[in-house]
């Protein structure tokens, strides 16, 4: 019988005896069942017609609760089993702290790094070499918690696109908070490591190097990268004019815009327009733009092709304007002369380098599939993340998944005045390429 019942049923008793001192439902009754006969012993009924109240007045409110007390569930049956805290303390400083000072050392590299990546989306050595790096400028922010703890909770974000209130929930702290922390990691990341690991290759090496594997890749000679752009989806609809962060195929985004070498690793990331923004205007709008048209950057290694100097140059889709250090395709339709065509497909095969830089960026680090942070913080860690790509690209660490993205389209742009003379030197330079293309594996 419930605990709580017997209680009540001894203070009624209680009550009982002081409302009817003369009758004692207890003691009474079993006296007198102890001396009289059967025939004449008080029975449960006879006391309710004693002349008191008190009896009638008990066993009422006596039958009320035990009707009460045989119809709530007893509290073991209803209890509820206290909150594990087992998961988060998995993810608890000391947790980690076991987990990179003592556990890690005991597994074998290969299952070491398998285990890592999969919690935080690289190798322990690639992520000691970030911790290393952004520790000094963490320092300076005070923060409670250790650096490589706090790099650890945003890099778990990044790679499985956790939310903060689920990171928060996991890592038992108010969502503020985690959003804080994140913020200032991809800042550090975008600000602080960009210019170490995201450069344009102008040094003589790595032009050489960039330039001679495109060229085995595609038989053109010169090319130094492949542009493209992504639309990042956004996961709510920022405010006021969200219609032009509605891309073409019909969700809320940014626009980023990469160039990659044959290695896919990014040596220019742009994030500056909405994602309704076409991939020229984009384009016309970054910095890598205004530096290649003002002769900012400068490629020294210089080929003859049929009479025309050719500079390094990257190569894009259609969508992009023709210029002499942007080649496009002649015709998307496949409608051009057999010179023409055989330049678009090696052409098409070298920018295919840039797409599958894109599909391993958005299929390494989840959340970019889609970013669930506000519009103002959009932009740094998108290219945090493409800081953690060229990382994790330079480490050679395994490729995972890639994301599938959808077919492109699209007009090409319209020749602006101020590029007009540009355009042509573009389209000389396309056609002389083309044609020496051509001849040279007609020959063979």
Not at 24 to 29: E, F, M, P, R
Not at 183 to 189: A, E, P, Q, S, Y
Request: glycine share 4%.
């Amino acid at each position: 019988m419930d605990q709580s019942f017997l209680v009540m049923l001894t203070n009624l008793l209680h009550l009982h005896n002081s409302l009817d001192p003369t009758t004692s439902l207890i003691s009474d009754t079993l006296s007198s069942t102890a001396t009289a006969s059967p025939s004449t012993a008080t029975s449960p009924t006879s006391l309710l017609y004693s002349s008191s109240i008190a009896p009638l007045l008990f066993f009422t409110i006596a039958s009320v609760l035990s009707y009460v007390a045989s119809t709530r569930p007893s509290s073991s049956a209803t209890s509820t089993p206290p909150k594990t805290t087992a998961a988060s303390s998995d993810y608890s400083v000391s947790a980690f702290r076991a987990l990179s000072t003592e556990h890690i050392w005991s597994l074998e590299a290969p299952l070491r790094d398998a285990h890592w990546r999969s919690l935080y989306g690289l190798s322990y050595p690639v992520f000691t070499t970030v911790v290393d790096k952004l520790k000094p400028h963490i320092a300076l922010s005070n923060l409670s918690l250790p650096s490589d703890y706090a790099v650890a909770m945003v890099l778990s974000r990044l790679a499985h696109g956790l939310s903060a209130k689920t990171i928060a929930s996991r890592y038992s702290l108010e969502p503020y908070l985690v959003s804080k922390i994140t913020n200032m990691v991809t800042r550090l990341l975008a600000t602080k490591l960009y210019p170490e690991f995201i450069k344009i290759p102008v040094g003589r090496r790595r032009l050489l190097e960039t330039t001679q594997a495109f060229e085995e890749l595609t038989s053109l000679p010169n090319m130094c990268g492949a542009i493209d752009t992504t639309p990042v989806k956004l996961r709510s609809n920022p405010n006021p004019n969200p219609n032009i962060y509605r891309c073409r195929y019909g969700f809320p985004s940014v626009l980023l815009q990469v160039v990659s070498d044959h290695k896919k690793i990014f040596w220019d990331v742009c994030v500056k327009a909405p994602g309704g923004t076409d991939d020229a205007s984009h384009f016309r709008d970054s910095l890598l733009y205004h530096r290649l048209t003002s002769g900012d950057v400068v490629w020294d290694k210089v080929i003859h092709v049929r009479d025309h100097h050719v500079r390094p140059y990257v190569v894009g889709d259609w969508c992009f304007p023709l210029l002499p250090f942007l080649l496009t395709p002649f015709s998307p339709s496949g409608m051009g002369t057999p010179a023409q065509n055989l330049f678009d497909g090696m052409l098409m095969k070298g920018r295919s380098v840039v797409v599958e830089a894109i599909a391993l960026l958005k299929g390494r680090w989840k959340i970019l599939q889609d970013l669930n942070v506000g519009i103002h913080h959009a932009p740094q860690t998108i290219v945090a993340c493409c800081v953690l790509h060229n990382l994790c690209q330079i480490a050679r660490e395994p490729e995972p998944e890639i994301w599938k993205e959808p077919d492109e389209g699209g007009p090409p742009p319209r020749v602006l005045d101020s590029e007009k003379s540009f355009y042509c030197l573009g389209e000389r330079l396309r056609q002389a390429l083309a044609d020496d293309l051509h001849q040279k594996l007609s020959s063979r």
